[in-house]
């Protein structure tokens, strides 16, 4: 813990140098910041699994507790509320004692309502970042100051360069979830259900299914042409033909999402199609570098998926060039290459072009790319192409007037398969791309 107490105090530091840039620039004192309040369901008494407000674990590596609050005006310590109540219905977590509170001025707090009494009376200007405007209102904070545009803007900008004490976590939930994808591998080959394969994977990774950064895509067979397909059959299928897994872990509040692509017989055409696709995606990796816009990566992919169906014998008599240029290739892979990922799975500013929040939106050919980005060195992403057998996005090439050139039989013989998605995340340096999903060997 003592690598991970440096790398923090330095993360803290780089956190307080932008929040007095973020303050200055609009004439703010100070930050607070909420981790949010639970969510009772509709007509119930009980609630919604608490999700945290993810500006606030960016400071700090406090996930699971609501009703906490952080003071930041950039010069002193930030201050936590923390919030530990008597409680006998529930469990209550103890004031924290770890490699990072020596960075952060913590204070117990009993009751939640008990804040407005805490806080400093002077509030005028003071930015709320949260999800409860309805509170911050009740603490007086003026509704131009209710998560001001301007400053999540600068936030979120700045988040998507990773601090060393961040690629760190990333580094670590990257472990949890190989460790995971292991297991389900296992399972897969043992013939167990969707289920079961789940829950092998919680298993390894100490996760239960609410701690997960999102729902486990573990999909058999034709299941894995629905991009989010997250039923999780109980009963395992007469034929296995396929699986893929698309499923994350979480280390203080960081995200892995990783996704493999399985066949039963890697003889069969869609075997071969899984070792092909795995080769495109890692060459594609070894060609990013810093200073080039993600985009490029992405029409770079659907060149390669055109070079798939050549030489797979899926078309013929028609270019790898044609094949792109009239989005011949868009119905076989209808998603973007991959998207940011640090706090959130689908991190922050994609599109985002500077501080000011100046927004370039995904090409209109392409309209489902997640990130519009030019590649800077501490970015997180990951490449994720994919290859489905999609009946609904596929009926047009049918019946349009390129059909001809399309061969059905082989296409229509890979609908039990579903599809292939093969996903690593990667760090983008200053001369070098980390692969940190490959470094752990995850094949």
């Given amino acids: ?70 003071w930041i005006d950039g010069v002193n310590k930030p201050k936590l509320w923390f919030y530990s109540p008597v409680d006998y219905w529930h469990n209550v977590e103890p004031l924290p004692d770890s490699f990072w509170t020596g960075d952060v001025e913590v204070i117990g707090l009993k009751n939640a309502d008990e804040i407005a009494q805490l806080l400093p009376a002077q509030r005028d200007n003071v930015a709320y970042i949260g999800p409860v405007n ?48 292991r297991a389900a591998k296992e399972a897969f080959s043992a013939g167990l259900s969707e289920f079961d394969i789940n829950q092998a994977y919680l298993t390894a990774t100490g996760h239960r299914d609410t701690d997960v950064p999102y729902g486990n895509i573990i999909a058999l067979n034709e299941h894995a042409a629905v991009l989010h397909y997250t039923r999780l059959d109980h009963q395992p299928p007469a034929k296995r033909h396929s699986f893929l897994i698309d499923a994350g872990a979480e280390y203080l509040g960081y995200a892995a999402d990783l996704t493999r692509s399985y066949a039963a017989q890697s ?6 199609m899984v070792e092909a696709m795995n080769a495109e995606e890692l060459a594609l990796i070894a060609t990013l570098k810093a200073g080039v816009r993600y985009t490029d990566y992405h029409l770079q992919m659907h060149q390669r998926i055109a070079k798939m169906l050549l030489k797979f014998e899926l078309v013929q008599g028609i270019s790898e060039e044609a094949l792109v240029a009239e989005d011949l290739t868009g119905p076989f892979m209808p998603h973007g290459l991959g998207h940011p990922l640090g706090l959130q799975v689908h991190d922050v500013a994609g599109f985002m072009q500077d501080d000011q929040g100046t927004h370039l939106a995904a090409p209109a050919q392409y309209p489902y790319l997640r990130c519009t980005r030019v590649l800077q060195p501490g970015m997180v992403l990951t490449i994720e192409p994919g290859f489905y057998i999609i009946d609904s996005l596929l009926a047009p090439l049918r019946e349009g007037r390129f059909s001809q050139h399309f061969n059905w039989q082989a296409i229509d013989a890979l609908r039990p398969y579903g599809g292939i998605r093969i996903e690593d995340n990667v760090v983008i340096h200053a001369h070098r791309v980390e692969n940190m999903t490959r470094d752990l060997h995850l094949a």
């Fill in 267 to 272: 003889s069969s055409l869609y075997g071969r």
């Fill in 1 to 70: 813990m003592d690598s991970l107490k440096t790398l923090y105090h330095a993360h803290i530091a780089t956190l307080q140098q932008r929040a007095q840039q973020v303050l200055a620039r609009n004439k703010l004192d100070a930050m607070l910041i909420h981790s949010g309040e639970l969510l009772t369901v509709f007509l119930d008494d009980h609630t919604y699994p608490f999700k945290v407000n993810p500006q606030f674990k960016a400071w700090v590596p406090v996930t699971q507790v609501p009703n906490c609050w952080l």
């Fill in 134 to 181: 309805a509170r911050a209102a009740q603490l007086g904070i003026t509704s131009g100051n209710i998560n001001p545009k301007a400053v999540i803007d600068f936030l979120h900008f700045h988040r998507s360069i990773k601090t060393e004490y961040e690629l760190a976590c990333l580094r670590q939930a990257q472990k949890l979830a190989v460790a995971g994808h």
